[in-house]
């Protein structure tokens, strides 16, 4: 699919970049959505300035039901992926340190 054009906005294939950077749109739009100021955006993605993240919401903001639906539809992809690979075996050990990581209970010596 093509979006509407943008100066601050590129497209790779089925991603939306920003401008100048290679922070993924969806990236900006999630920490946005959370609640995060632009100012904590660029603390977060420290490749951006605070005009690629006005650029960028802007953006989201006059495409907003069509961003939302490319942010939906790229998290269902992230998800089908993530569950493919929980089920290599190869990848279980992994998956499995992640989760004891996140949950605090994972030693900083693997």
């Known amino acids: ?20 950077s290679g922070v993924s ?14 100012a904590q955006i660029v603390e ?19 495409n907003g039901q069509l961003i939302d639906e490319y942010v939906a539809e790229h998290e269902r992809e992230f998800q089908r992926a993530r569950a493919e690979s929980r089920k290599d075996p190869k990848s279980a050990a992994l998956w499995e340190r992640i989760e004891k990581a996140r949950q605090g209970t994972g030693s900083k010596h693997a």
């Open 44 to 62: 977060s993605f420290p490749t951006l300035k605070l005009w690629q993240v006005f650029g960028a919401l802007a953006y989201y903001l006059e």
């Open 25 to 38: 749109l969806d990236s900006v739009v999630i920490h946005y959505q959370e609640g995060a100021s632009p």
């Open 1 to 20: 699919m093509e979006y509407p054009f943008s100066p601050y906005i590129y497209q790779v294939k089925r991603t939306l970049y920003v401008a100048g």
